[in-house]
């Protein structure tokens, strides 16, 4: 008999070694495919500061851009170009603009036309590489647009309509196994409400019983049993009705979280498929992984303790993995950021009045209380029945709001003093926006991964697709040429991918541009269609009803006033825009040489100039077809078929180079030599320029032209000055309601900076707005409120 034991006691002993061996074997490959995963998949993102969130058509929307690395929400150097529209109700970009970025950071603005109609419409920003992710990566508010010159009556009150949805903590009900199932219920806006609710069984008998704890979201404890079924009562004051639970699996896992104490969490999983006996627990933050750990079920539950201390600030991911790595369970934990921006502005004056300079410090420090350089973007804007104060904080935004599925009502009550209940409603929140940026079965089985969009890390890159005439089939491995006549030479070249399309890696491509696109072949079998620079996809995130009270019109009208008045005195003020300074030379350079024409004598033909005295090019002739050779003579180079161009714009038939009119030639650039230039190598390059445009250049070349508007130049916010008495006692109006907008201020060293702006004629609240960040990752919004008397 004790030799029996003894037998059983190895056999026990070499069973969990092997168990234990092999169940860690498969947590490393988690975290190795995870740790790969992360590796190819770097993802950005974005928050937009407005100056306000109501515009009256004629108005600007100001807005400044923070973009920051997923992982660490610290400011990122990729993208140099983002992606900002204005959406309708029905999805249609009705505003667009490209904006410039530079560390992370970028600002512009939209003008919003008299002929827009009021609503509700969508703002949302995203830069290239975010189009290769799910649209719900992209940033998104709303913003209400009145337009004061149309009918602005009452829009008819939009039907009651409910929304309920149940989350099981984990994400199954399993028979016969307690879970917490959360849940939410919104109204016809989106905005939670109020009810009381009854879960029944098959028989009709009341098993369970909730209530919402905040913002419509709650929780209760429920049993489901085998067998049966289950559906949701709820009363509400001008309705009942009724909606199914999930059903419940056979067989499954479910997991409960409970914070234990101050600095630990403990996660119990229980599941009742009897031949279960291992589990993983792998938690990351943002893509980081965190904890990794393996457990043992023991009648059909184990038990995990959590450090919080390594978990990340922000949202935290549990998941549970089987032994054979498949995902059974998960749900979010969120994490206070401890590390803070803290803005601290004062006014200088106890009271304000019309036309008078208002002087406002700034303060800028981490948790810590020590000062920190910053970069802080500022809005001053009247607050009334109409224009309340904004919603979305940069903070909320990088550490809860992006990293969440849905509208979030109210994100900065979740940055309160903690306290019970702010924990309480933090957790239900958790549990009712469960979501992730990658599944894992993409993680475990890794494909790699092919993205469509590149990252813009030098300057906007103009897409277009290259197919055959004959069949409409794309057409790969094409020369594709992009040119932009003017006194700047711009060209950019691409050869065709396999799917026809062609990148074009522009620089320094700013305003409104007219371009040409065109392939290398004489007589061309391809056609080049520009691709759409913006998005495509739409978030599933609803917009709120437009509403508009009665006692909101004496206000519209005051706006009405305000923005007509503007337009009207100031307004070729407010289309004043600063064009950055960039490097006007032509995409080659110098020239080696450069012939003016005007210093030489003037022949008719084409021909006659270059063989009379431009001696770098040869010009030779078999039969009816004309051939240009550049020629280097004192290094004894001879490049036949050069890069011929006009004004910038290729041209590959020499005959129609011979045939162009000499005089309206003012110059000739020539550059003697090979230059290697993308995928292409040129064999020397001319350029004539002409005096004037030349529109009858393009219509014999017959390539693509059209409008095209390349990143956006900067517009200057406008603020009268009023300096001295007579400028106070200007007889123009000044009906301003935003008093002040800058998206630049920047703290020095000791944390500190200093603005000044001019109050208006409009009395009233106004409020201060600050948002910024520095380079640390340290985000922090402030407002301000004061009175102009």
């Known amino acids: 008999m004790q030799n029996l034991n003894k037998k059983k006691f190895i056999l026990a002993i070499y069973l969990l070694t092997v168990l234990q061996m092999f169940g860690q074997q498969n947590l490393n490959d988690i975290q190795v495919a995870f740790h790969e995963y992360n590796s190819r998949a770097l993802t950005e993102k974005m928050f937009t500061h407005t100056d306000k969130d109501l515009y009256l058509a004629g108005e ?60 509700v419409y969508r703002l949302r920003a995203y830069t290239n590489w975010m189009k290769n992710f799910d649209p719900g990566y992209y940033f998104e508010k709303p913003i209400t647009i009145v337009n004061s010159l149309k009918n602005l009556n009452r829009q008819a009150a939009m039907p009651r309509n409910y929304d309920l949805q149940f989350f099981p ?55 489901p049993g085998v067998g049966d079924n289950y559906k949701a009562i709820v009363k509400l004051p001008d309705t009942t009705f009724t909606r199914d639970l999930p059903s419940a699996l056979e067989q499954g896992y479910v997991m409960k979280l409970n914070s234990i104490s101050g600095s630990q969490l403990r996660l119990i999983v229980t599941t009742n498929i009897r031949s279960a006996d291992i589990v993983y627990l792998f938690v990351h933050t943002r893509q980081i992984s965190k904890v990794a750990e393996r457990g043992i079920l023991v009648n059909g539950t184990v038990e995990f303790t959590i450090d919080k201390n390594k978990l990340e600030d922000g949202v935290s991911h549990l998941t549970i993995f089987d032994r054979n790595s498949l995902p059974v369970c998960e749900r979010l934990y969120f994490t206070q950021p401890t590390r803070k921006l803290i803005i601290q502005p004062a006014l200088e004056e106890p009271e304000i009045v019309s036309r008078k300079k208002v002087r406002l410090t700034i303060h800028a420090s981490d948790e810590l209380k020590r000062s920190v350089p910053s970069d802080i ?15 979305e904080t940069i903070d909320s935004y990088f550490w809860l709001t992006s990293d969440l599925r ?18 309480a409603a933090t957790d239900n929140l958790m549990l009712t926006h469960g979501w992730r940026r990658f599944t894992w079965q993409n993680v475990l089985k ?29 057409a790969a491995d094409v020369m594709a040429y992009l040119s932009v006549p003017g006194s700047r030479v711009q060209l950019y070249n691409s050869r065709s991918d396999s799917t026809g399309v062609v990148r074009f890696y522009t620089r320094d491509f700013y305003g409104p541009n007219e371009i040409v696109l065109q392939t290398d072949a004489k007589d061309s079998i391809y056609k080049i269609e520009p691709i759409n620079p913006f998005s495509d996809k739409i978030s599933p995130i609803g917009l709120p009803a437009f509403e508009l009270s009665e006692n909101m019109k004496s206000v519209i009208s005051d706006y009405n006033l305000s923005m007509q008045v503007q337009n009207s005195f100031i307004g070729e003020k407010l289309k004043q825009f600063d064009a950055p300074a960039i490097d006007s030379n032509a995409f080659f350079g110098d020239p080696d040489i450069q012939y003016l024409m005007d210093n030489y004598t003037r022949f008719s033909t084409m021909e006659e100039v270059l063989r009379e005295y431009v001696y770098e090019v040869l010009v030779r002739r078999q039969k009816e077809n004309f051939h240009l050779i550049v020629s280097d003579v004192d290094n004894k180079i001879f490049l036949d078929d050069p890069l011929t161009l006009i004004n910038g714009i290729p041209v590959f038939d020499p005959n129609k180079v011979i045939k162009y009119d000499p005089l309206k030639v003012k110059k000739i650039d020539i550059v003697k030599r090979k230059y290697f230039y993308g995928p292409s190598i040129f064999n020397g390059i001319l350029n004539f320029v002409t005096y004037q445009a030349d529109p009858s250049i393009l219509s014999d070349l017959k390539p693509v032209v ?7 130049y900067q517009r200057e916010f406008y603020s009268p000055v009023y300096e001295t008495q007579e400028q106070v006692s200007s007889s123009l109006p000044d009906f301003r309601n935003v008093l002040y907008w800058s998206p630049d201020i920047h703290t020095d060293t000791q944390g500190k900076a200093e603005i000044s702006f001019f ?27 004061f009175e102009v008397k």
Request: aromatic share 12%; with cysteine.
């Open 169 to 223: 903590e984990g994400g199954s009900l399993v028979q016969g196994v307690q879970s917490k199932v959360a849940f939410k219920i919104v109204d016809q806006s989106g905005k939670g409400i109020d009810c009381k609710g009854f879960i029944v069984n098959k028989n009709n008998d009341t098993v369970a019983t909730f209530q919402p704890f905040k913002f419509g979201i709650g929780n209760f404890d429920f049993t």
């Open 377 to 391: 973007s500022v809005s001053i804007y009247r607050v009334d029945s109409l224009q309340s104060i904004q919603n």
């Open 406 to 423: 849905g509208t979030i009502e109210s994100p900065a009550y979740y940055f309160s003093e903690r306290n019970p209940e702010i924990d």
């Open 759 to 785: 109050s208006s004629d409009l009395k009233g609240k106004y409020i201060a707005v600050f948002q910024g960040m520095n380079i640390d990752g340290r985000a922090g919004e402030r407002s301000l409120s």
């Open 60 to 119: 600007i929307v100001w807005f400044k851009l923070y973009v920051v690395n997923g992982d660490d929400n610290k400011p990122i150097d990729l993208s140099k170009v983002a992606y900002v529209e204005i959406v309708d109700k029905d999805h249609r970009s009705v505003l667009q603009g490209k904006i410039a970025l530079d560390t992370g950071a970028g600002n512009g603005s939209l003008y919003i036309p008299l002929s827009f109609n009021s609503g």
């Open 446 to 474: 890794p494909v790699k991964p092919v993205y469509s969009f590149v990252p813009e890390y030098k300057g906007h890159i103009i897409y277009a697709k290259v197919a055959n005439i004959r069949n409409a089939l794309p």
């Open 706 to 712: 059209l409008e095209y508007d390349g990143l956006q």
